[in-house]
């Protein structure tokens, strides 16, 4: 069973417009609306200074690996577009 946010915890999902793409409750949620979204959104929740997805995916999926595993993606050296496509990478091994 894949782990879920209790209610209330859901991982907001902002484009760089601030506009709402989603509410992700479990990482294949989360997986979808990236899936659906423009590279430079992404650029919102992940930042050298803070990693929104990372965070999200420690506290409230509770699962430390896969937090480390996109903490480790570093938007100042990867493009938006190159930032997107291996987040994308990442959960799917996780889902695998």
Do not use: Y
Not at 31 to 46: D, Q, R, S, V
Not at 68 to 84: F, I, M, N, T
Request: hydrophobic share 45%; charged share 35%; no cysteine.
């Amino acid at each position: 069973m894949m782990p879920s946010a209790p209610d209330g915890s859901e991982f907001i999902v902002k484009s760089s417009e601030d506009r709402v793409e989603g509410a992700a409750r479990d990482i294949m949620d989360l997986h979808w609306i990236i899936l659906g979204m423009a590279p430079e959104g992404l650029l919102f929740h992940i930042r050298s200074e803070s990693n929104d997805v990372a965070n999200w995916v420690r506290e409230v999926i509770q699962d430390r690996t896969l937090a480390d595993s996109l903490e480790e993606l570093d938007p100042d050296e990867l493009g938006p577009r190159e930032l997107k496509d291996r987040v994308l990478e990442v959960l799917e091994d996780w889902m695998i």
